[in-house]
């Protein structure tokens, strides 16, 4: 299988929500631009991460891929085949190809339905198994892959617990092999020692079935385990996008280079020139003229205010939507080195 | 390395006259017959103007044991079974329930996770921030409005005197915690308890929100009891650590030497699983299996099941705090020198 091919292509995507204007105290006010012209592929067995904060909408655009909701504008293509040309008949086939991992895994699994059955359902809408012997025999399969019990398999999701529950996800959205999963923030609701857990099962789960994925996360921390390439979104749009090394080594876009800043290391020893953005995430129902981060920017200046850069590359496969897009532009004080942790913690690891 | 075992209280002889001490500290939950008990034998103290970080996981108790401090275990189903609480030399669990609530918001204050639902939805910012200002002190309205946007400032609220009359669900979850913390330090408390300040926060403004607590904790003098499963967090704000695993303190010292020679097989697991932005593996340590259930564990270390370094000791005996280094101890027979 090649690398270097596309699976799935989006071009000039955009989603506008209107406000509905059904109220009668309530004045329209033209709609909520949650995604605007975004523009990237992903290619088979890759990992692209997507990573902003609240409200950007990357959710949307999570969605948006798997047409899950449709967009206003622009395409997604997955193997050749637009999907918003699709017929309802022709679009149910594709979803068997493309599946979702949710966040909460509290509230994605149906209350009410044993393990068996969520994790069954999908091959049953595609009627990929036939008879409950052979149902069975498949879960359990599923079950075991995803590190989990077969004897689970009577259970209700209320039994088990935040980590387990992202693990019947999983095996719900690899059930029926899909080439193409988005992930929407999978470990940000659980524990540290569990998050490693499941991030690790994915990838073995990838190295073995070689599908994509687009992973959400709302900070860098996790993404540096999995992705291969990094999109760093700021509302609505694309703001960076590059292999993962430049993104961490070489941030290009201020927002990057203070959304790598802010997440605290676990190091009392760490660099402590940490990039304080002022204010908040503007609201997208309004946002700011020329480049929408200008009103947190650092190193804003007055054409900032005016003019929108495009999202520019600045080394081959190295793209930054700023006009003073250049590695680290931020300039921060130097800071003494972290101390390394001592040899004597690696040593004693298993 | 020192072997010599030593109790909770022998840990604590270089914090001179600790402004909290806690000591011994069970809670139970559930029917008197057959109890579940969430936290057994906590015991750390901070120094007046310190700051202790609380990590731990889902359930390891570190919640609970600061709901006790603040004499707020919902009972029944709880209760504290044994320990003492001790703020500048008054055991709390002593005092009668009456005088708790004087207390509470003067000397000690606390900010919760969620800044949504710790707000008044139908009171203006200022009212409830003077509310706070009302219980514990004399003061006239007018003082009190000074007060307030004296308060509004120091959180860093732009325009402090305009937003005085807003509602919260006019701010962003950001600047709710901003208000948050302007009604906690509204009376100057010696300790402020902050239970996951930052966990429902964007990482910018997490990164802002430290920032503010670093300032008010050095402009004010006030301890800081940080509770977080962010060991980043914790490395942040915390000049002293405690670490919790099913309700038990596994590991306590000063937070260079936790984060640096880490002595008990828990903590160097959960620092080994934190992704880090300086470090390129492509997998995660992983701690095998998941925290025992409240009840679940009968002997032994709670940690034995998942223990990468586990002897047949450790299933049979609780072990208590070793002191491994001056100011750092751990409950580990492994790391303390036994062998099996």
Redesign the interface.
Same mark, same amino acid.
């Given at each position: 299988m090649s690398a270097s091919e596309d699976l799935i292509t989006i071009a000039g995507l955009g989603k506008t929500f209107s406000d509905g204007g059904g109220l009668t105290f309530t004045r329209p006010t033209g709609g909520v631009r949650a995604v605007d012209g975004v523009s990237f592929s992903v290619k088979r067995g890759e990992t692209l991460a997507l990573v902003s904060? !609240?409200g950007c909408g990357k959710s949307t655009l999570g969605r948006l891929l798997l047409r899950l909701i449709e967009p206003t504008d622009g395409s997604v293509t997955i193997e050749g085949r637009d999907l918003t040309a699709l017929t309802p008949k022709e679009m149910r086939a594709m979803r068997a190809r493309m599946q979702m991992i949710f966040q909460d895994p509290y509230g994605s699994l149906s209350p009410r339905r044993t393990v068996a059955e969520i994790v069954a359902e999908p091959l049953e809408v595609f009627g990929l198994v036939k008879g409950s012997r052979n149902k069975r025999e498949r879960v359990a399969e599923l079950l075991e892959q995803v590190g989990l019990s077969p004897t689970f398999m009577d259970r209700y999701p209320r039994q088990f /617990? *935040? *980590?387990?529950r992202q693990r019947i996800g999983i095996a719900r959205a690899i059930s029926v092999n899909p080439q193409f999963i988005v992930a929407d923030e999978p470990v940000s609701a659980l +524990?540290? /020692?569990?998050? %490693?857990?499941i991030?690790?099962l994915m990838?073995d789960l990838q190295e073995q079935r070689h599908f994509s994925y687009l992973f959400i996360a #709302? +900070?860098? !921390?996790?993404v540096? #385990?999995i992705a291969d390439r990094v999109a760093v979104m700021y509302l609505g749009r694309i703001v960076e996008l590059g292999p993962k090394a430049r993104i961490?080594g070489q941030p290009s876009h201020p927002y990057t280079q203070?959304?790598? !800043?802010?997440?605290?290391?676990? +190091?009392? +020893? %760490?660099p402590k020139a940490?990039i304080?953005? /002022?204010g908040?995430?503007p609201s997208p129902a309004n946002v700011p003229s020329g480049c929408s981060f200008h009103t947190r920017c650092p190193i804003a200046e007055d054409i900032c205010r005016t003019t929108r850069p495009p999202l520019a590359e600045t080394v081959p496969g190295h793209f930054a939507a700023c006009h003073f897009a250049k590695p680290n532009p931020i300039p921060v004080k130097p800071a003494a080195s %972290?101390?390394q942790?001592?040899t004597?913690?690696e040593s /004693?690891?298993? | 390395m020192t072997l010599s075992a030593s109790n909770a209280a022998a840990v604590e002889r270089d914090a001179a006259a600790p402004l909290l001490k806690v000591e011994n500290l069970a809670v139970e939950f559930g029917p008197v017959e057959k109890p579940l008990r969430v936290v057994d034998g906590v015991g750390f103290s901070i120094p007046a103007g310190g700051a202790l970080g609380i990590v731990g996981e889902s359930g390891s108790g570190k919640s609970i044991t600061s709901l006790a401090i603040m004499g707020l275990i919902p009972s029944p189903p709880g209760r504290i079974v044994s320990g003492r609480v001790e703020f500048e030399g008054v055991d709390l669990l002593g005092l009668p329930r009456s005088r708790m609530p004087d207390i509470r918001g003067r000397d000690i204050a606390m900010i919760f996770q969620e800044p949504m639902s710790s707000l008044n939805p139908v009171m203006t910012i200022g009212d409830q921030i003077g509310e706070a200002i009302k219980l514990h002190e004399e003061t006239t309205r007018e003082e009190r409005r000074a007060r307030v946007i004296e308060l509004l400032k120091l959180v860093g609220m732009p325009d402090p005197a305009k937003r005085i009359g807003a509602f919260p669900h006019q701010f962003s979850g950001g600047m709710r915690q901003r208000v948050m913390i302007a009604m906690a330090v509204a009376c100057n408390p010696r300790l402020l308890i902050a239970d996951e300040p930052t966990t429902a926060l964007d990482v910018t403004i997490q990164a802002q929100v430290l920032e503010l607590m670093k300032e008010v904790r050095r402009r004010l003098n006030t301890a800081v009891l940080l509770i977080s499963h962010d060991l980043g967090v914790v490395a942040d704000i915390a000049d002293r650590v405690v670490v919790m695993y099913a309700g038990r303190v596994v590991e306590d010292g000063d937070v260079r030497a936790i984060f640096k020679r880490p002595g008990h097989p828990y903590t160097r697991g959960l620092l080994q699983s934190v992704p880090r932005l300086d470090d390129d593996r492509r997998r995660l340590y992983q701690i095998p299996g998941a925290v025992p259930l409240p009840g679940t564990v009968k002997a032994g270390c709670p940690f034995y099941a998942r223990c990468p370094d586990r002897i047949d000791k450790c299933a049979k005996a609780m072990p208590p705090m070793f002191t491994l280094a001056p100011g750092q101890s751990a409950a580990c027979w492994v790391s303390a020198g036994a062998t099996s």
């Open positions: 904060e !609240s /617990s *935040g *980590g387990q +524990d540290v /020692s569990v998050q %490693a857990q991030v690790n990838q #709302h +900070d860098l !921390s996790v540096r #385990h961490y203070a959304l790598l !800043s802010a997440v605290p290391e676990p +190091d009392p +020893d %760490a940490r304080i953005l /002022s908040d995430v %972290a101390l942790i001592e004597t913690v /004693s690891l298993p | -």
